[in-house]
């Protein structure tokens, strides 16, 4: 038997790819091209933070609806990540997927904060 510290950190964002080369341009992200995005970060990184995703609908009111996307990791015992590994790879994906994708937002949520990130200034 192995046990971990229950921990999870989850990015939210929305999915409608909004621009694309500064132009107006607006189309569903499908789950393939998400689950793409995060392979190619996953093998970037030293160890692989497994994911779960689920699509998820953000709803403000009467009058704002949003199909979105729930990205979560948790620290899986078999994968034996620190919190610290999880808390970076999860800010590395979420700015790569408000990059890749031309989100307005992305928001990264886990016991500790909110952290949302906001179009190209936060990207570097």
Known sequence: MIKEPYYESKIYM??????????????????????????QQ???????????ITKTRFVAGTSYLE???????????????????????MLVLARVLLKE????????INPKEIIMLAGEEDIE
Do not use: M
Not at 101 to 108: A, K, L, M, P
């Open 101 to 108: 994708f031309h989100q307005h937002r992305v928001s990264i």
């Open 67 to 89: 199909s979105g996307w729930e990205i979560a990791a948790i620290n899986y015992p078999r994968v034996h990540a620190t919190i610290e590994q999880i808390d970076d790879f």
């Open 42 to 52: 996953q093998e970037l990184y030293d160890i692989v933070i497994p994911l779960r």
């Open 14 to 39: 929305g999915c409608v790819k909004s621009r694309l080369f500064k132009a107006i341009y607006r189309r569903d992200i499908s789950e393939k091209e998400v689950i793409k995005a995060i392979g």
